[in-house]
């Protein structure tokens, strides 16, 4: 007769045998995981790519340091190195744009603790230059006080440099470099929320713009559908066409391409919603731009156009209807 074996059983026979024939793993060493080619990796997302780009050059800065036998200043333990190990000892091919950049920030912050001394004074030489751009993120003047770095730069000048010192150093490096991540990790967020904020817009736009052109064609005569086509069809080309000019000409920095993508992808809907809101304006009357010129497709279909292409041009066609008349100018007339 044949026994059953419980399912939980079976689950801890199971783990205990995984955890086994993994302990038998022997971990790769420092070595191994700061090794260039480990870092290689194709990617299509330039925005990837770089993150990349700079997780090797950390880690290879990392590698150069640990060249560098440590000095009397040198916080090097092995305690220090093993927490290291563990910081990247990661999947490299799993590694995302907003995980690539947490590893350079881990990676940048303990650096400080493996280096030797003329390693930390090149660095506050590096601060103390950086700290006069105020367009730079958490410089050192915005943290700590300048007489502070002064003295700390000083200290390398010793025949016989201040330990004490020589922590506080590389203490406050590390401080300011996780800043520098923390506020990368901000502005990551920032896009992020935005772009959900976005995407869930979207469908609502498209579904009440749906509801518009329903509601238009069922109050107004049957040949109104060419009417709207156009209009919205004009306004989501010119909200596109500004898009992509904008993409061209003025967005340099990689975040603000970050953020505008989502906000691409609405543009049309927007640019649509903005020249049905003008054949409205028109049709009605509410608009005093020339009735016979505004009166031909073409004239319509300008008017949709400039109305997508250009938002202070639609914001202020639709500020020319809501504005109320004074009643008292409107009477002494």
Known sequence: MTRHVPWHTLARIAHGLSAKSSSDVPRPTLAELLAPSRWQRKVGSPELKKALG????TVGEARRVLAVPPDSLSLRTDEIEARFRDVVDVPVDSLTIDSAWELCGEVKAMIPFLANGEYVAAQLDYEAQRAKDNSRWHGWNQ??????LALMRSNYRKRQPNETLHRQAAEKL???YSQRTEAGRDRRARAGQKCRYLNALAPALLALQAALVIAIGYVA???VWKAVAVAGTAGALGATLSGTMRIRDDLRDLDDLRSFWPAMRVQPLVGATAGLV????????ALDIGRDDSGHWAGRALLAFAAGFSEPFFLGLVQRVAVVPDKSAVDAA
């Open 54 to 57: 700079y997780v090797k050059g």
């Open 143 to 148: 943290h700590f006080e300048e007489d502070e």
């Open 174 to 176: 590390s401080f300011l």
């Open 221 to 223: 005569a049957n040949d």
């Open 278 to 285: 003008v054949l409205l304006l028109m049709e009605s009357g």
